[in-house]
């Protein structure tokens, strides 16, 4: 029997129970995809992100309970927490390579918190889908579609807080997920993600959507460093800043559980 060591971190969390979490599994080689599908399954989180390390970076790559996904940024954050704590990792810089988004990097400030560095999301403004609002039962002001999802402007706050999709229709929806976004009253903007079609009804905090909103915002409110909050259940405020054509995402991390996988 060969065991395999997981690890799950709330990450984009300040305390257990918040945040979103994402079990990390650090392997020597690559597993068969079928493998680390069906692992993703079974952990039933939003995301489970694998590891290998190359000679001076590490290739990584995410799996929901579905399908294996283009870009994730809180399992990303997760895997560079176990890097840093349980892998001993001397640097403060952590370089990434996915197969599917190219090179990235998560560094460890002096605070603790961890920033990820992902390239920016370029959005082109579509007409409104009737199936996408009629899911949600609310029209946004504006709509744009990113590589993966879709992201849909509302007038504020409160409008994003009262959304409650019909997850069946969403489900239809071809996309990886709908983002819904508008200005924050405590904090610059706010957001929620559903991602039905991805086993994901409602993600807690996602890092990989605030490459789409974080370059969005910035031209919107002529700053180029935020504060953004995810408004689900659970919750999660994330420090975003545009530099060019990336995105810098910072937050911190917390401990669940560490574990063995019985294959």
């Known amino acids: 029997m060969k065991k395999l060591k997981v690890y799950q971190i709330d990450a984009f969390a300040e305390k257990l129970f918040t945040g979103n979490p994402a079990a990390v599994c650090i392997l020597d080689t690559w597993l068969e995809e079928e493998l680390m599908q069906n692992i993703a399954m079974e952990n039933n989180l939003a995301e489970t992100a694998f590891v290998v390390k190359e000679e001076n970076y590490y290739q990584i790559r995410w799996f929901t309970p579905e399908l294996e996904v283009d870009l994730c940024g809180h399992a990303t954050l997760a895997s560079a927490f176990v890097l840093f704590h349980y892998y001993n990792h001397t640097t403060d810089l952590i370089k990434f390579h996915s197969e599917r988004s190219g090179p990235l990097s998560v560094s460890k400030e002096a605070s603790g918190e961890l920033t990820l560095d992902?390239?920016?999301?370029?959005?082109?403004?579509?007409?409104?889908?009737?199936?996408?609002?009629?899911?949600?039962?609310?029209?946004?002001?504006?709509?744009?579609?990113?590589?993966?999802?879709?992201?849909?402007?509302?007038?504020?706050?409160?409008e994003i807080r009262s959304i409650h999709p019909n997850f069946?229709?969403?489900?239809?929806?071809?996309?990886?997920?709908?983002?819904?976004?508008?200005?924050?009253?405590?904090?610059?903007?706010?957001?929620?993600?559903?991602?039905?079609?991805?086993?994901?009804p409602e993600d807690p905090v996602t890092g990989s959507a605030h490459t789409s909103l974080t370059p969005y915002w910035a031209e919107q409110l002529g700053k180029q460093d935020m504060i953004a909050r995810q408004l689900s259940q659970r919750g999660g405020t994330l420090s975003c800043s545009l530099r060019g054509d990336r995105v810098l995402i910072k937050g911190k991390a917390v401990p669940y559980l560490t574990g063995e996988i019985l294959l």
């Open 168 to 200: 069946f229709l969403l489900d239809k929806v071809d996309a990886r997920g709908i983002i819904v976004t508008a200005p924050g009253m405590e904090v610059d903007f706010v957001s929620r993600f559903f991602a039905p079609s991805c086993g994901i």
């Open 118 to 158: 992902f390239p920016a999301d370029v959005l082109e403004e579509v007409s409104i889908r009737k199936g996408i609002t009629d899911a949600l039962g609310m029209t946004p002001q504006t709509m744009y579609k990113g590589k993966t999802d879709y992201v849909l402007i509302y007038k504020n706050e409160q």
